[in-house]
């Protein structure tokens, strides 16, 4: 018996869609070696090939053709890349940040894992917010900037800037608030 004679023997006769899935999914080493290629790490690339196909089968769609397939699955996977190089680009900067500050300074090992947590949980905050209101966020807590700077700096009114950071700072506590909500659902 061939493995391709296996593989039909073992398909989901659900539906068509579903059918094209498993048959996808049981050949996916090119979408992990082409994962594995762009980020430079084999565990981050199978974490990715398997969410890549989690979304797929989420919402099974019929393809006309393979190169079909591969090209929309090389879609979702190359968007799922982003929050990886995200959290690797956010890292890197707080090292570097690090490396400026005198040993005196630095942080304990506890310290910097919290800092890059926050950082993280920021990044993500931001990414929810439209582009103007996020720079006016980071422009006026993170820069000190004030509002009439922040905008001219966007070409915006200083009444813009306030709804800006006001939209930015109620993400901020709705972050805060599933937080807490998370940490209680642990607690005893």
Known sequence: MHSRDYQEDVAPAANPAM??????YSDHHWLYGWLRFRLGDATDAA?????????LIARPRRFDSSQEARAYLRTIANGLCIDPWRHREIERAWLETLATQPE??????????AVLQALHEIDGMLRHLPLKAARAFVLAMACGMTHQEVARELGVS????????TRAMLHCMQLEARNLGQAGAIAP
Do not use: C, K, N, W
Not at 104 to 113: G, K, R
Not at 158 to 165: A, D, W
């Open 104 to 113: 005196a300074y630095a942080p304990s090992a506890e310290e910097q894992t």
């Open 158 to 165: 200083s009444r813009m800037v306030g709804h800006y950071i």
């Open 19 to 24: 059918q094209q899935v498993h048959f996808l």
């Open 47 to 55: 974490d990715l090939a398997h969410d890549t196909f989690v979304r």
